[in-house]
């Protein structure tokens, strides 16, 4: 236990009266030297004495502090045995992984649990991590029912906001309306007009609801338009020290092209990228978008937006936080919570697209970026730029140029904005930089899962009732405007009858204690506890695995298809292998002699790859009949962890194949996400030996690619020992990941097979097209040049004609790959022969390598040297 969570848990007083909760707390704070700010006070005094708190006061004014004190006088309560469990939710998984880690610090990891659908950790805490739609569903099942340490006392439901989302906005208003017993904590800079949440939620709780707002910033800030060039403008903000400056783009590719025409510019100076050297030390960049970012990061420039790998982004934070970088380019993930003290927020549009069409910025979003201008401590103000279109900084350059004579001035050819492109001026500024967050609007939303949710409650209930009055009341009682409600009764019904018609539910008549008889509805079957708070095509994809053929021999890509086809679709690297499939299609179709009329509508069929697509799509249909629960879900079969495997490709090979460059941390999410559902949902029985390789060969690559995503899950499942296991120390980028060693790649030996085999199928794939040349560049140290492979492969095709080599299924078996794990009883050195697949099936061609385990380890990839090519 560190010394922070020792004292802020020695401070919790033996009572649970207001005063002695306020003043502890307050000790506690100053004790380290932080002093309540007015509203905090205000926010936390409310909270102790059983209030509600709507606390919308600016970004940096300390609300994290104030849902700290939240969650000591809950459990002050708990422990005192009149109150139950606090819980704290967010949007992102991050962010709710986040705020575990920083409540674990304070308050113990005895004391604080997380739920985010991937994984639960401690979920008998007092405490609570968890996100929007974890706690929705939770009320859902057992509205205000639960009692004693068992119910939920208190929510602190960050950025909440995001209750006027379209998709997620549900999942906050759901506990507003199922727990009518439950103390709230309602944070966000941006909430608007919160009128009516006050009058709603006392009219549902009997209790009163404190609105803290109008806090002075502690850092006040400047805004201003500019109409000067971008260059000119960042040159100066560098040189008058209102710097970090965080140049906000709406496109990853406009922040990193940012960057690469920063490069021209001076924004360090020789002794400030010296000491972004030094800190850098041996931070390893990988190739691709990394050597790019080391670029940038040396000139003293940062890249920073969702599509990074999290080591790339963290040592953009790191550096930025220790004052070496002067600019930072990057998207709007600013807004929600990034990690880097800014002291200027310079907007470069205020138009972005929203997934549906060009508009302009939201007064919430422009004043949810805008918010992070300004360090507390650092700076005592901070500044807000937005830029002009470029046409309208062309034109005033252009005026500026003729100056005062007017056969100039006649000559002047105006530039207008782009046709069709939504344009802003000074009066948008203005109206953005004047405006109030626009009032949040409810978003309510009806489901399979919501229905079955509530219709658990039965179970539970005497007289049967109790779920047709929750349904009833989530119906009627919702913020939805009386339209949309109807369309919500509607959408219930249309729900209610199929689950009729797959038997799920069923319609009777139950006797209530009064005598009554009434009319109810009843689960037929026993719901999973937790099919609506984990991955909900999990079950499914166990379910399906009883298709497969364990003795196939693509049984084990099989299985990582069928787990593909469960996981939420990284669309940018989907559209990627799309394109590339359409230009291949597109080269096919010319040989062909197809016209280009023709050529185009063929396109329109071709798409990403979709294993499976013919056995899994039928197979989801009759699943769902039975597990209505997944109606709302879709099936996506796709192949990014198969392709990867099946083109015997490296991460960094992978990216380059499909120009991810700057999407590489979308990529290394999936494969995450991918490795822990494989981990989890495979069945014994088809959890083969090849299986179980290529489970520990995609933790390899995740873990060689960027460690943090796995580091942070197995930091999840053992939180006790968090302490042992964070880096600490005064080297390079200490506690950014940099300085943690690398594992050999012949560390973990069944993934090392993998890479073997992949290394061997390469030389395989690459014989099949006669590619000597590329075969060449990869033996040739060896002996084995474009000449010597031709020389050797040749009489095969003469033998079996153009299709001599197999690259199916059948010809990547590990059944055609023999690895002996010695050379003349050397273990550092395996003998490896590859069988190749011939169309007879005579499998008489072989290729034989040796593979050097010392120098694998060196280079940090398979090191093999062809040995032999030919006949047995």
Request: charged share 25%.
């Amino acid at each position: 236990m560190s010394i922070h969570t020792a004292s802020l848990t020695a401070a919790l007083p033996d009572s649970t009266d207001a005063d002695d909760l306020f003043e502890a707390f307050e000790e506690w704070t100053a004790g380290r030297g932080l002093a309540l700010y007015p509203a905090q006070s205000e926010a936390l005094m409310e909270l102790v004495s059983g209030s509600h708190v709507i606390l919308s006061t600016p970004t940096g004014s300390g609300k994290s502090l104030v849902a700290m004190g939240a969650h000591f006088a809950a459990l002050a309560a708990f422990r005192a045995g009149t109150g139950g469990r606090t819980y704290y939710t967010a949007p992102l998984k991050a962010l709710v992984s986040e705020k575990f880690f920083a409540l674990v610090d304070v308050f113990g990891s005895e004391n604080v649990g997380m739920m985010t659908g991937d994984s639960a950790v401690n979920p008998e805490a007092p405490i609570i991590c968890c996100t929007a739609e974890i706690l929705a569903n939770i009320a859902l099942r057992d509205g205000g029912t639960r009692s004693g340490q068992d119910a939920i006392s208190q929510v602190v439901m960050d950025e909440f906001h995001f209750y006027a989302d379209p998709q997620r906005g549900w999942a906050w208003q759901v506990p507003l309306l199922e727990l009518p017993d439950t103390q709230f904590l309602l944070m966000s800079a941006t909430l608007g007009d919160t009128s009516f949440f006050v009058e709603d939620i006392e009219k549902r709780t009997r209790r009163p609801v404190a609105l803290v707002t109008g806090a002075e910033r502690p850092v006040p800030l400047s805004f201003e338009y500019v109409v000067e060039p971008l260059g000119d403008v960042i040159e100066e903000l560098v040189q008058t020290h209102r710097a970090p400056v965080y140049i906000v783009h709406f496109t990853q590719k406009d922040a990193v092209d940012r960057a690469q025409a920063l490069l021209s510019m001076n924004v360090a100076t020789r002794a400030e990228r010296d000491a972004i050297a030094t800190e850098l030390g041996d931070f390893r960049f990988s190739s691709g978008f990394g050597r790019v970012l080391s670029k940038f990061l040396r000139a003293g420039i940062g890249v920073h937006h969702a599509g990074m790998l999290p080591k790339y982004r963290r040592v953009v934070e790191r550096l930025t936080q220790q004052g070496l970088l002067k600019v930072v380019c990057g998207t709007d993930t600013l807004g929600v919570g990034i990690n880097v003290p800014i002291r200027t927020v310079l907007f470069t549009s205020l138009v972005k697209y929203d997934g549906e069409r060009m508009r302009h910025l939201t007064a919430r979003e422009f004043h949810q970026i805008a918010g992070r201008a300004g360090r507390a401590g650092f700076d005592t103000v901070g500044d807000v730029l937005v830029m002009a279109p470029e046409h309208v900084i062309e034109n005033r350059k252009l005026l500026a140029k003729a100056g005062d004579d007017p056969k100039k001035l006649k000559k002047i050819v105006r530039k207008k904005a782009p046709e069709g492109s939504v344009n802003w001026t000074d009066k948008t500024f203005e109206r953005l930089r004047d405006a109030d967050p626009e009032p949040l609007t409810s978003h309510f939303t009806v489901n399979h899962a919501m229905v079955l949710n509530v219709l658990a409650r039965a179970e539970r209930d005497d007289d049967g009732t109790a779920a047709i009055t929750a349904m009833r009341h989530l119906l009627t009682a919702n913020h939805d405007a009386e339209a949309a409600k109807a369309r919500h009764v509607r959408q219930v019904f249309r729900i209610y009858r199929s689950l009729r018609q797959a038997g799920i539910v069923e319609k009777s008549r139950v006797t209530g204690p009064d005598g009554v008889t009434r009319p109810t509805v009843r689960l037929t079957v026993d719901l999973p506890r937790d099919f609506a708070l984990n991955q909900p095509l999990s079950p499914f994809a166990l379910a399906a695995q009883e298709l497969l053929d364990v003795d196939s021999p693509t049984h084990a890509l099989d299985v990582v298809s069928i787990v593909e086809a469960t996981l939420s679709d990284p669309r940018q690297v989907l559209y990627a292998q799309e394109r590339a499939a359409r230009g291949e299609a597109i080269g096919a179709l010319k040989a062909e002699g197809y016209e280009y009329e023709e050529r185009m509508a063929m396109l329109e069929e071709v798409s990403w790859p979709k294993p499976l697509e013919d056995l899994l799509v039928p197979a989801f249909a009759a699943y769902k009949k039975g597990n209505p629960w997944v109606a709302d879900q879709e099936l996506s079969p796709k192949s990014v962890v198969r392709d990867m495997i099946e083109r015997a490709q490296t991460f960094s090979e992978f990216v380059s194949r499909y120009q991810l460059d700057r999407t590489e941390g979308v990529l290394l999410r999936y494969l995450a996400d991918a490795y822990r559902t494989l981990r989890q949902t495979v069945a014994a029985e088809h959890r083969t030996e090849e299986v179980e390789e290529l489970v520990e060969w995609l933790g390899e690559v995740v873990h060689g690619t960027d460690s943090s995503l796995l580091d942070e899950w197995e930091r999840l499942a053992n939180p006790v020992d968090d302490d042992a296991d964070t880096l600490t120390g005064d080297g390079p980028l200490s506690g950014t990941g940099a300085e943690a060693p690398a594992r050999p790649v012949t560390g973990n030996v069944r993934s090392f097979r993998v890479l073997v085999r992949n290394a061997m199928f390469r030389r395989v794939e690459l014989a099949s097209r006669e590619a000597y040349s590329t075969l060449g560049a990869l033996d040739a140290a060896a002996g084995w040049d474009a000449d010597a492979w031709a020389d050797a492969l040749d009489p095969m095709f003469e033998e079996y004609g153009d299709d001599a080599i197999g690259i199916t299924g059948a010809a990547r078996s590990p059944k055609l790959v023999e690895i002996t794990e010695q050379v003349d009883g050397d273990p550092r050195r395996w003998a490896v022969r590859q069988v190749l697949d011939d169309p007879d099936g005579d499998r008489a061609w072989h290729i034989r390598a040796v593979v050097d385990l010392d120098a694998s380890d060196e280079a940090g990839e398979v090191v093999l040297q062809v040995t032999e090519v030919g006949t047995l």
